[in-house]
């Protein structure tokens, strides 16, 4: 990875509000990198690291990878294939283990091993492979008792580049944004005739806590849309 420069965006804009961070947070590039020369990109199933006891449902694949494609189809400029054909590849190649190790290996060393992806590539026309990982997944929920407080939501994710020929990195780029509820009014409580404590105050009329944590596809989107606008356009570089 020595061919490999980082260039990693740590200015902050200041304002009456405070400091606002600058997103994504980071973009990395090899400096010979083209996207001008890219051709066919293969877009694998989303990876997640997020541990089974944050996300045991794997909202985190579902949700970023249904986000990716969307955001991705606006795209113009490049040619990508949809991770259903990165399945197809796998199982006409019979790769399903190999994929298996390539994903482990992907969490932890960050690294895309060159013979699976000669063997994924197969007669498929394509150039690169872009991988999306997300890293962040958590809900923090305030006590709803405590006046003031105000739950959270966060996402983290990044999305990759490698080359096919080569298994290299060539561009990544890696951001994470949360949202935060109203804070609460510290009254959300109310004793009702038959001796049952409900909570009355603080929901909308659709039937929504807005004091609650905001659900993870409003942040995932704020994150994949800043990582899929950054992905180099043709003609830019």
């Given at each position: 990875m020595k061919r490999i420069i980082a260039v990693t965006v740590v200015a902050s804009l200041f304002a009456i509000a405070g400091c606002k961070s600058q997103h994504p947070s980071k973009i990395t590039v090899d400096p010979e990198f083209d996207a001008n020369r890219l051709g066919s990109i293969?877009?694998?199933?989303?990876?997640?690291?997020?541990?089974?006891?944050?996300?045991?449902?794997?909202?985190?694949?579902?949700i970023i990878n249904r986000l990716l494609i969307e955001l991705i189809a606006e795209r113009?400029?490049?040619?990508?294939?949809?991770?259903?054909?990165?399945?197809?590849?796998?199982?006409?190649?019979?790769?399903?283990?190999?994929?298996?190790?390539?994903?482990?290996?992907?969490?932890?060393?960050?690294?895309?091993?060159?013979?699976f992806l000669r063997r994924l590539r197969g007669s498929l026309d394509i150039s690169a492979i872009l991988i999306p990982q997300v890293y962040l997944w958590n809900k923090d929920e305030a006590d709803y008792r405590e006046e003031g407080t105000a739950s959270s939501t966060s996402v983290g994710a990044t999305l990759t580049l490698v080359d096919f020929d080569s298994g290299r990195i060539v561009w990544e780029a890696m951001d994470e944004n949360f949202k935060e509820s109203v804070r609460t009014e510290g009254n959300r409580v109310q004793v009702d005739g038959g001796g049952f404590v409900r909570r009355v105050s603080g929901v909308t009329s659709t039937g929504r806590d807005m004091y609650a944590a905001p659900p993870f596809e409003d942040v995932a989107l704020i994150v994949m849309q800043v990582l899929v606008d950054a992905f180099p356009q043709r003609g830019a570089m």
């Open positions: 293969l877009i694998a199933p989303v990876v997640s690291s997020v541990s089974e006891g944050e996300d045991p449902d794997r909202e985190s694949e579902r113009t400029d490049h040619s990508f294939l949809s991770p259903e054909h990165f399945k197809l590849a796998v199982r006409k190649e019979g790769l399903e283990e190999a994929y298996a190790d390539f994903e482990s290996d992907w969490i932890k060393n960050h690294e895309a091993d060159p013979d």
